[in-house]
């Protein structure tokens, strides 16, 4: 069974802060992605990526980067946390061919920036 | 860019009730996933669509895409309150997403 595995349920950090949040899948996916949910507006498109090193911006990237060193994790960056970044995030992976799989997710971490 | 419109985003339903949620689309697709979320919990997969006319069931909960029209249906029949969730579709390689539908059973 896939796994998406994200560092943390619950995170809180300061105006200001640099925030990691990892995410790391175990089934040798091609294709990541990070997505905010807000209520009202569903999962919004943050960064995405097809494959190691490469990255694609989503519908809503500023303020936000992203890193993949490892097929496995996708990293995304808060270069300087800002109250409107707080939000759940949710990490997601999918296969590359394979009849168009769904995308497996992850639990979410629930950001706070004070 | 890709639009992505879930209608209605609120839904309460009695009980044996049926009743549709839709999904329309700003770009040509002919790809469509709905997702399933409950409270506090992250989404899974519910149905794949791949193809114009393409119906998928399970349950009381049934799919279909119409790519001509951009539009996709989510059927529910005979509701039951474990159907109580959010409802997501998503479009495109890239996996945009509705606003979803918080579908609310009650007896």
């Known amino acids: 069974d896939v796994k998406v595995t994200q560092s943390s349920r619950y995170l809180v950090k300061r105006t200001g802060e640099k925030v990691f949040l990892e995410c790391v899948q175990d089934?040798?996916?091609?294709?990541m992605f990070w997505y905010r949910q807000d209520p009202g507006l569903g999962l919004r498109l943050i960064y995405f990526s097809y494959d190691v090193k490469m990255k694609e911006k989503g519908d809503i990237p500023e303020g936000y980067s992203v890193s993949r060193e490892k097929k496995e994790r996708f990293s995304l960056i808060l270069e300087s946390a800002s109250t409107n970044q707080t939000s759940m995030y949710l990490c997601?992976?999918?296969?590359?061919?394979?009849?168009?799989?769904?995308?497996?997710f992850g639990d979410g971490t629930r950001l706070s920036i004070l | 860019e890709l639009k992505v419109e879930q209608n209605p985003l609120f839904l309460s339903m009695q009980e044996g009730k049926n009743y549709t949620i839709y999904c329309n689309y700003s770009?040509?697709?002919?790809?469509l996933y709905w997702y399933r979320q409950d409270p506090g919990k992250s989404l899974e997969s519910l149905f794949v669509?791949?193809?114009?006319?393409a119906v998928k069931q399970e349950g009381r909960l049934m799919a279909s895409l119409d790519t001509k029209a951009r539009l996709s249906t989510l059927h529910i029949t005979a509701a039951v309150h474990d159907l109580s969730a959010t409802y997501f579709c998503a479009v495109d390689n890239d996996m945009r997403f509705g606003a979803g539908t918080r579908l609310t059973v009650k007896p």
């Open positions: 997601a992976s999918r296969p590359t061919g394979l009849g168009n799989q769904p995308q497996h």
């Open positions: 669509l791949l193809s114009n006319g």
């Open positions: 089934m040798d996916h091609e294709n």
């Open positions: 770009t040509t697709s002919d790809r």
